[in-house]
């Protein structure tokens, strides 16, 4: 069973920089994966603001990328705002199936 | 405009079966997959599987076979998620979610609370 890991959590100040890492226990991410990075706000639904790694939507902060990254799939901002605090979650589909990560609270202060 | 509207929350009690809906609208049905996921009370997110643009197949990780079922209705451009023997660690928020193939997520629905309780 893949097990997908993320920092538990993290925190950056305003204005800073910070990347978001998901890693598959099946090995390096590739080109080949596909992974989707998820945006939740406390009682909020998920939204998605990367999808298909480095892609994002007309939604998506322009200060929000990703990438892959030393064999992991990553979430960078920069130029950290104070509404970016929230939980991010990757979705990752490497090896023939879709599994969420534990999920980073990053916390901006 | 897309939208994924979810039917409202249910209370169950254990043993019980429960079928979700999810309203889909301002898009071909059958031109992207429909993903479930869910989110127990201060957890994270846990995929539970999807239903492929063919409406006819599935595919539903090793936790939740056997115990779950994605269907579709095209004439209503409803999506279902049914999920049996209901116990309480099912009590969570459930979500459907569009993909257009290669990863693509987008459109999510506003989320429906399935409480399993005695």
């Known amino acids: 069973q893949t097990v997908v890991t993320q920092e538990p959590s993290l925190t950056v100040s305003p204005g800073g920089t910070v990347t978001l890492t998901c890693a598959s226990s099946?090995?390096?991410?590739?080109?080949?994966?596909?992974a989707n990075w998820f945006q939740q706000k406390p009682g909020q639904a998920p939204r998605v603001v990367i999808y298909?790694?480095?892609n994002k939507h007309s939604w998506t902060p322009a200060r929000f990328s990703g990438s892959l990254l030393g064999g992991k799939a990553a979430l960078t901002l920069s130029g950290v705002q104070p509404e970016d605090e929230a939980d991010f979650y990757c979705?990752?589909?490497?090896?023939?199936?879709?599994?969420f990560g534990g999920g980073t609270r990053l916390t901006v202060l | 405009q897309v939208q994924l509207v979810q039917s409202g929350a249910e209370v169950k009690t254990p043993g019980a079966s429960v079928k979700l809906s999810c309203k889909a609208s301002?898009?071909?049905?059958?031109?992207?997959?429909m993903h479930w996921v869910r989110q127990a009370p201060g957890q994270g997110l846990e995929w539970m599987g999807l239903?492929?643009?063919?409406?006819?197949?599935?595919l539903y990780p090793q936790k939740f076979r056997g115990r779950v079922t994605m269907t579709r209705d095209t004439s209503t451009s409803t999506f279902y998620m049914e999920l049996s023997s209901l116990r309480s660690e099912d009590t969570a928020v459930y979500y459907c979610?569009?993909?257009?193939?290669?990863?693509?997520?987008?459109?999510w629905g506003q989320g429906t609370l399935l409480t399993v309780s005695s």
């Open positions: 239903l492929r643009p063919s409406g006819d197949s599935t």
């Open positions: 301002g898009y071909t049905l059958t031109s992207y997959y």
């Open positions: 099946t090995g390096a991410v590739t080109s080949a994966c596909f």
């Open positions: 979705l990752l589909f490497c090896s023939g199936t879709w599994v």
């Open positions: 979610g569009r993909e257009k193939y290669g990863g693509n997520f987008d459109y």
């Open positions: 298909s790694t480095t």
